[in-house]
């Protein structure tokens, strides 16, 4: 019953953004997207996808706003990576996994964690983070400090 | 090799297999939304799982693997996040659009909010706007699933008529899943036909 509702929905919505899965909002210093081995520019506008790692160096912060509303920031000195988003408009159901690998993140979750509280994960090296509709910040330590 | 060397280096792999490669320092802080309300986070670990569920709560796992659960004040949080949180986008703005019953029109009231998306449009770097049809429940799922897109089409229209490119705008159906107004099958609620408008 579900999965056929599922299918009719997703015949019915238009993927407007076929592969973008978020657009960079905010942008400052110096930042950028490594996307298929390809170093790209993180400028406000920039459409972000899935498998997208997003870098920011000392002076650097960034912020992307995902289809589904929800809003990610890294600070300076951060890392990352866009696992994995999908994310159906009509029916708001979804999976939205990223690993930050370094640095400092801000999450405020969207649509699909009120649909299902466990469409979204976050990855650190340590820990595996549920989120269930929320708003939350991660940082990793630099080593020695 | 010799069976000395063998066992040294069987020692060796042994005592770093215990101390583990050396952790980084890791801590996550849960915040209270804008309007004051608090999710939940599940912080999952090799051999823990702790849930966070008030504001400022914080779990950290230090460099040696212990976990602690603290507290953080916002001074804190400033301090440490200031300039990831200064990144954040700025949160979408939410609109309700409605039609004159039996209408290809809107409201007097809706369409005054036509202007006002236009402003808030305004005040983003790149802004781009989701359109949401939503329907009551008289009907069957696939009906209100295609009548809530044609409601989501019909104001694309309009938002393009004042202006706003067509490639800044994304539709979606959301058909009878998501009621404003919580009702019966089959019920004729002016308020569940509704059109959402995200601004982001």
Same mark, same amino acid.
Request: charged share 25%; proline share 5%.
């Given at each position: 019953?579900?999965?056929?509702?599922?299918?009719?929905?997703s015949?019915?919505?238009?993927?407007?953004?076929?592969?973008?899965?978020?657009?960079?909002?905010?942008?400052?210093?110096?930042?950028?997207?490594?996307?298929?081995?390809?170093?790209?520019?993180?400028?406000?506008?920039?459409?972000?996808?899935?498998?997208?790692?997003?870098?920011?160096?000392?002076?650097?912060?960034?912020?992307?706003?995902f289809?589904?509303?929800?809003?990610?920031?890294?600070?300076?000195?951060?890392?990352?990576?866009v696992?994995?988003?999908?994310f159906?408009?009509?029916?708001?159901e979804?999976?939205f996994?990223?690993?930050?690998?370094?640095?400092?993140?801000?999450?405020?979750?969207?649509?699909?964690?009120?649909?299902?509280?466990?469409?979204?994960?976050?990855?650190?090296?340590?820990?595996?983070?549920?989120?269930?509709?929320?708003?939350?910040?991660?940082?990793?330590?630099?080593?020695?400090? | 090799?010799?069976? @000395? =060397?063998? $066992? %040294?280096?069987?020692?060796?792999?042994?005592? +770093?297999?215990?101390? !583990?490669?050396? *952790?980084r320092?890791?801590?996550?802080?849960?915040?209270?939304?804008?309007?004051?309300?608090?999710?939940?986070?599940?912080?999952q670990?090799?051999?823990?799982?702790?849930?966070?569920?008030?504001?400022?709560?914080?779990?950290?796992?230090?460099?040696?693997? @212990? =976990?602690e $659960? %603290?507290?953080?004040?916002?001074q804190?949080? +400033?301090q440490?996040? !200031?300039?990831? *949180?200064?990144?954040?986008?700025?949160?979408?703005?939410?609109f309700?659009?409605?039609?004159?019953?039996?209408?290809?029109?809107?409201?007097?009231?809706?369409?005054?909010?036509?202007?006002?998306?236009?402003?808030?449009?305004?005040?983003?770097?790149?802004?781009?706007?989701?359109?949401?049809?939503?329907?009551?429940?008289?009907?069957?799922?696939?009906?209100?699933?295609? *009548?809530?897109?044609?409601?989501?089409?019909?104001?694309?229209?309009?938002?393009?008529?004042?202006?706003?490119?067509?490639?800044?705008?994304?539709?979606?159906?959301?058909?009878?899943?998501?009621?404003?107004?919580?009702?019966?099958?089959?019920?004729d609620?002016?308020?569940?036909?509704?059109?959402?408008?995200?601004?982001?």
């Open positions: 019953m579900r999965w056929t509702a599922l299918l009719i929905a015949a019915l919505v238009p993927t407007a953004w076929a592969s973008d899965v978020g657009q960079v909002k905010v942008s400052k210093g110096t930042v950028h997207v490594e996307r298929e081995g390809a170093r790209l520019p993180g400028n406000v506008g920039m459409p972000i996808r899935q498998s997208d790692t997003l870098v920011t160096g000392a002076d650097g912060s960034l912020g992307v706003t289809a589904d509303n929800s809003l990610l920031s890294i600070g300076p000195n951060s890392v990352l990576s696992d994995k988003f999908s159906n408009p009509g029916t708001h979804g999976s996994d990223t690993s930050l690998k370094r640095g400092t993140l801000a999450v405020v979750s969207g649509k699909m964690v009120k649909q299902s509280p466990d469409a979204m994960r976050v990855r650190t090296p340590a820990s595996i983070l549920g989120v269930r509709g929320t708003e939350f910040l991660v940082k990793i330590e630099e080593p020695g400090k | 090799m010799s069976a @000395r =060397l063998a $066992g %040294a280096l069987a020692l060796a792999l042994f005592a +770093s297999a215990c101390a !583990g490669p050396a *952790l320092e890791e801590t996550v802080v849960l915040l209270p939304g804008p309007d004051g309300r608090v999710g939940q986070l599940v912080v670990r090799e051999n823990s799982r702790q849930v966070l569920d008030q504001p400022y709560a914080a779990n950290v796992v230090r460099s040696d693997g @212990r =976990l $659960g %603290a507290r953080v004040s916002e804190q949080v +400033s440490s996040f !200031g300039t990831t *949180l200064a990144a954040l986008p700025a949160r979408a703005t939410t309700l659009l409605y039609f004159l019953t039996g209408k290809d029109e809107l409201t007097a009231e809706s369409t005054a909010d036509l202007e006002k998306i236009l402003a808030d449009m305004k005040s983003r770097p790149v802004p781009d706007i989701a359109v949401t049809g939503h329907t009551d429940t008289v009907g069957n799922t696939e009906s209100n699933d295609r *009548l809530s897109m044609q409601r989501a089409e019909r104001v694309k229209q309009f938002l393009t008529g004042i202006g706003i490119p067509s490639d800044r705008i994304v539709t979606a159906g959301r058909g009878e899943r998501e009621l404003l107004v919580p009702t019966a099958d089959n019920t609620e002016p308020r569940n036909r509704r059109v959402e408008i995200n601004v982001r």
